[in-house]
C-alpha cells in the first residue's frame, strides 16, 4: 500500500445474495466511494454499446425484449445452464467493464493523513477477474446457501430450482473466502454486519495515523 498518496482500494466481493450491496451502501455512508461492477455492466448492455451488439450477434434475438433491451433473465437463463455460453458472456462483457472502472478509479482524487480516499470495487467476480493485485485489501461477504436461496427467491422472483442453478454456476464461498483479507458474515443481523464492518473501517484509518 503507498500511503504516501492517502488512497485505499477495497475489492468487495462475494457469491450471488450474500449482500454485497449492502455492506457496500454503509460504506458509503461511512465516506467511501463505490462503483458497482453489475451497474456498469448493465450500462454497458444498453442498445447503442459495442458490448450490447456483441452479445446479441452471439446469443442470438431470443435474449432480445420487444422494446429492443437485453432480456437479462433469458440471457441467464442460457447462461447459467451452460458453463462454456458463461465464458463466452464473460469474455465479452468483463474487459470492457475492467476499463470503464480502471477510468474510474483514476479520476478519484487522493485524501489526506486524517481524511484517506477509500474506493470500493463491487465485483461479484473480483477475484476471478484479477482485480485483487490493483486492490489494498480484498473484502468477501458471507451467508449462509438456504439465505442465498430465500433471498433470490424473494427479491429476484426465482424458483427455488433456478436460484440454486445460479448458486451453483459460482465458484464456491469458500474459494473466495481463501483469497480474503476480510470476511464480513453476514448471516447473522444487520447490527452485527455493521459492527464487523466499523471495525474494518476503523483499521483502515489508523493504517495512516
Known amino acids: 500500500m503507498n500511503t504516501s498518496i492517502y488512497k485505499y482500494i477495497i475489492g468487495l466481493t462475494g457469491n450471488i445474495a450474500c449482500g454485497k450491496s449492502s455492506v457496500v451502501a454503509e460504506l458509503v455512508t461511512l465516506g467511501a466511494t463505490a462503483i458497482d461492477a453489475d451497474s456498469v455492466t448493465r450500462e454497458l448492455q444498453q442498445p447503442g454499446h459495442e458490448v450490447y451488439r456483441d452479445i446479441v450477434t452471439h446469443f442470438g434475438p431470443s435474449v432480445v425484449t420487444a422494446d429492443g433491451q437485453l432480456n437479462r433473465k433469458a440471457l441467464g437463463n442460457i447462461v447459467f445452464s451452460d458453463a462454456q455460453q458463461l465464458r463466452l458472456l464473460e469474455s465479452i462483457v468483463h474487459p470492457a467493464v475492467r476499463n470503464h472502472i480502471v477510468h474510474w478509479l483514476a479520476r478519484i482524487p487522493h485524501g489526506t493523513r486524517t481524511h484517506p480516499s477509500v474506493a470500493v470495487i463491487d465485483a461479484i467476480k473480483l477475484i476471478e477477474s484479477g482485480w485483487p493485485q490493483h486492490c489494498d485489501a ?72
Do not use: M, Y
Open 138 to 209: 480484498v473484502w468477501v461477504v458471507t451467508c449462509t446457501r438456504d439465505q442465498q436461496i430465500e433471498r433470490l427467491c424473494r427479491t429476484r422472483n426465482l424458483t427455488e430450482a433456478e436460484a440454486i442453478q445460479r448458486i451453483d454456476a459460482q465458484n464456491p464461498q469458500s474459494a473466495k473466502v481463501a483469497e480474503a483479507d476480510v470476511v464480513i458474515d453476514n448471516s447473522g443481523s444487520w447490527q452485527e454486519t455493521q459492527q464487523q464492518i466499523h471495525h474494518h473501517w476503523h483499521s483502515i484509518h489508523r493504517r495512516f495515523a
